[in-house]
């Protein structure tokens, strides 16, 4: 997945919930409807967000030294796992907290604002023109997401990709237009029957919206933090490349993780015939490393080592770990 695609789709992103977030504020200081001002904070916590994946790849794209010899890649999955917890806890509790609050202020008896204003309207206005913007931007992360995606499942999609950008706007955005349907379904229906439940339940369902993709996000982000192994069809790619060098008789094994979401490590070991010399065994290696680096251009890591196949070899018995140090 490529980082421009991500990228375009983040300031897309980006652009329409600061536009959306400010007409929110205003309708909610016009009106005091607890559905705008919980989609006013949705649209703040998303252009938070945004601005902490642009940070992210910006920061992954630091040159390796002698610290961090791999480089800087995962910063984006730190970035894109981070945003998880914004959304939790600005977008969603923030919507259920005040969902609780405009409840309590209806079961005291309190005037309801939205009902009150001269200014009703203007919900209703805002909230269609947001969902037409929110609607632009998951069509332009739709379109970069369908350069990648093949013929996968979006679910499938979502879950398997390796660069956290994409996945997440896409979420985000699902997650906006949804909100937005909540949003004018309290305040329209309020304004129907004049009873301001149905902007409570509005706003409670924005709440509980936000929270189940903030859970999925940390999920799938948590996944790619730990490490997760190139695709099945990367490493498949990766094998036949290795097995079809001459002096290279078979991969006996390979382990392949992800750097990063364009950064793989590779380390195998590979048969070699008993015969070979030091020299030849050397130049099978860098041959080997050629054409895998050919076949797979996002391998940055490669270590392989040359070995003589034994079908009923079985490795030493790994020693117990230590255990942790008392302090």
Do not use: C
């Amino acid at each position: 997945m490529s980082t421009e695609g991500g990228t375009k789709a983040v300031v897309a992103a980006l652009t329409a919930n600061l536009f959306i977030a400010a007409t929110k504020f205003g309708a909610w200081a016009l009106t005091g409807a607890s559905s705008m001002l919980a989609e006013a904070i949705h649209s703040v916590a998303d252009s938070g967000n945004q601005l902490l994946l642009l940070i992210g790849g910006r920061r992954a794209q630091r040159a390796a030294d002698e610290e961090h010899p791999f480089g800087y890649g995962r910063e984006r999955y730190v970035f894109a796992f981070v945003v998880s917890i914004v959304l939790f806890s600005v977008g969603g509790l923030f919507a259920l907290y005040e969902a609780y609050h405009k409840w309590h202020e209806i079961a005291e008896g309190h005037p309801n604002g939205l009902l009150e204003s001269t200014w009703w309207w203007v919900p209703l206005v805002i909230l269609v023109a947001a969902i037409v913007a929110e609607g632009l931007s998951f069509r332009t992360a739709i379109r970069e997401s369908n350069k990648t995606r093949g013929r996968q499942r979006w679910s499938r999609f979502i879950r398997s990709a390796k660069a956290p950008e994409l996945p997440v706007v896409l979420l985000e955005d699902f997650a906006a237009l949804i909100g937005l349907v909540f949003a004018l379904f309290g305040v329209g229906m309020t304004l129907v029957t004049h009873n301001g439940i149905f902007d409570v339940i509005g706003t409670a369902l924005i709440g509980l919206l936000l929270v189940a993709v903030a859970v999925t996000l940390a999920i799938e982000t948590q996944s790619l933090l730990i490490g997760e192994s190139a695709a099945p069809e990367v490493r498949t790619k990766i094998a036949d490349a290795l097995a079809g060098v001459d002096g290279v008789e078979k991969v006996i094994h390979m382990k392949t993780l992800h750097l990063g979401p364009e950064e793989i490590l590779v380390a195998a070991k590979i048969a070699v015939t008993e015969s070979e010399s030091a020299g030849e065994v050397a130049a099978a290696i860098d041959r080997a490393e050629v054409a895998v680096r050919a076949a797979e251009p996002m391998v940055t890591a490669l270590y392989l080592e040359p070995d003589i196949y034994r079908a009923d070899y079985a490795p030493a018995p790994r020693p117990e770990r230590p255990s942790a140090p008392a302090h």
